[in-house]
Protein backbone atom coordinates (compact mmCIF):
# COMPACT_ATOMS: atom_id res chain seq x y z
CA UNK A 1 0.00 0.00 0.00
CA UNK A 2 1.27 3.73 -0.48
CA UNK A 3 3.24 4.67 2.19
CA UNK A 4 4.23 8.38 2.34
CA UNK A 5 6.72 9.29 5.70
CA UNK A 6 7.77 13.15 6.45
CA UNK A 7 10.42 14.51 8.86
CA UNK A 8 12.46 17.31 8.86
CA UNK A 9 9.97 19.54 10.91
CA UNK A 10 10.64 21.81 13.94
CA UNK A 11 10.71 25.10 15.59
CA UNK A 12 12.38 27.90 13.61
CA UNK A 13 13.29 31.57 14.16
CA UNK A 14 11.28 33.95 11.35
CA UNK A 15 14.06 34.01 8.26
CA UNK A 16 15.28 30.47 8.98
CA UNK A 17 15.39 27.32 6.90
CA UNK A 18 14.31 24.26 7.23
CA UNK A 19 14.07 21.01 4.97
CA UNK A 20 11.71 18.88 5.09
CA UNK A 21 11.52 15.17 3.54
CA UNK A 22 9.60 12.72 2.51
CA UNK A 23 10.06 9.21 1.79
CA UNK A 24 7.65 6.90 -0.51
CA UNK A 25 6.75 3.43 -1.27
CA UNK A 26 3.67 1.22 -2.11
CA UNK A 27 3.77 3.15 -5.69
CA UNK A 28 5.93 3.97 -8.61
CA UNK A 29 7.30 7.01 -7.30
CA UNK A 30 9.26 8.11 -10.40
CA UNK A 31 5.73 7.94 -12.36
CA UNK A 32 4.03 10.41 -10.45
CA UNK A 33 3.78 14.13 -9.81
CA UNK A 34 4.10 14.53 -5.90
CA UNK A 35 2.82 17.21 -3.94
CA UNK A 36 3.70 19.14 -0.47
CA UNK A 37 0.59 20.67 1.39
CA UNK A 38 -0.40 22.19 4.52
CA UNK A 39 -2.29 23.13 6.90
CA UNK A 40 -2.51 25.61 9.42
CA UNK A 41 -4.17 25.56 13.10
CA UNK A 42 -7.89 26.48 12.23
CA UNK A 43 -7.63 26.62 8.71
CA UNK A 44 -8.07 24.20 5.60
CA UNK A 45 -5.61 21.92 3.59
CA UNK A 46 -3.54 24.06 1.02
CA UNK A 47 -1.24 23.30 -1.27
CA UNK A 48 2.50 24.37 -1.34
CA UNK A 49 4.36 22.73 -4.05
CA UNK A 50 4.13 20.36 -7.19
CA UNK A 51 7.43 18.67 -8.70
CA UNK A 52 6.31 16.53 -12.21
CA UNK A 53 7.89 13.13 -12.15
CA UNK A 54 11.15 13.62 -13.77
CA UNK A 55 11.73 17.06 -11.45
CA UNK A 56 12.18 19.35 -14.02
CA UNK A 57 8.58 21.01 -13.77
CA UNK A 58 8.03 23.06 -10.51
CA UNK A 59 5.01 24.74 -9.57
CA UNK A 60 4.69 26.96 -6.38
CA UNK A 61 1.87 28.18 -4.24
CA UNK A 62 2.17 32.47 -4.64
CA UNK A 63 3.45 33.23 -1.01
CA UNK A 64 6.01 31.02 -0.97
CA UNK A 65 7.49 31.44 -4.62
CA UNK A 66 11.80 32.46 -4.27
CA UNK A 67 11.29 30.90 -1.14
CA UNK A 68 10.58 27.17 -1.06
CA UNK A 69 12.16 24.41 -3.07
CA UNK A 70 10.72 21.82 -4.43
CA UNK A 71 12.76 18.53 -5.02
CA UNK A 72 13.05 14.77 -5.86
CA UNK A 73 15.30 11.59 -6.04
CA UNK A 74 13.48 9.27 -7.83
CA UNK A 75 16.68 6.56 -7.48
CA UNK A 76 16.06 6.87 -3.70
CA UNK A 77 11.96 7.93 -3.75
CA UNK A 78 12.43 10.92 -1.82
CA UNK A 79 10.57 14.16 -1.89
CA UNK A 80 12.36 16.91 -0.38
CA UNK A 81 11.16 20.39 0.35
CA UNK A 82 13.83 23.45 0.96
CA UNK A 83 11.91 26.14 2.96
CA UNK A 84 14.24 29.55 3.75
CA UNK A 85 13.38 32.87 4.20
CA UNK A 86 10.51 31.13 7.00
CA UNK A 87 7.92 33.68 8.16
CA UNK A 88 5.01 32.61 11.25
CA UNK A 89 2.34 32.63 8.70
CA UNK A 90 4.03 29.28 7.47
CA UNK A 91 3.50 27.48 10.65
CA UNK A 92 1.51 24.01 9.48
CA UNK A 93 1.69 20.95 9.59
CA UNK A 94 3.19 19.89 6.13
CA UNK A 95 2.21 16.97 4.45
CA UNK A 96 3.51 15.29 1.30
CA UNK A 97 0.80 13.47 -0.82
CA UNK A 98 -0.18 12.22 -4.17
CA UNK A 99 -2.77 14.72 -4.91
CA UNK A 100 -2.76 18.39 -4.73
CA UNK A 101 -6.06 18.04 -2.48
CA UNK A 102 -4.03 15.88 -0.20
CA UNK A 103 -6.62 12.92 -0.33
CA UNK A 104 -3.65 10.44 -0.06
CA UNK A 105 -1.00 11.53 2.44
CA UNK A 106 1.35 11.19 5.03
CA UNK A 107 1.46 11.56 8.69
CA UNK A 108 2.72 14.91 8.68
CA UNK A 109 5.32 16.45 10.43
CA UNK A 110 4.96 20.26 12.08
CA UNK A 111 6.96 23.45 11.46
CA UNK A 112 6.68 26.17 13.68
CA UNK A 113 8.37 29.86 13.19
CA UNK A 114 8.06 31.75 15.84
CA UNK A 115 10.93 33.67 18.04
Known amino acids: QVQLVESGGGLVQPGGSLRLVCVASGFTFSSSWMYWVRQAPGKDLEFVAA????????TYEESVKNRFTVLRDNAKNVLYLQMDSLRSEDTAMYYC????????RGQGTQVTVSS
Open 51 to 58: IYRDGMVQ
Open 97 to 104: AKDSQGRV
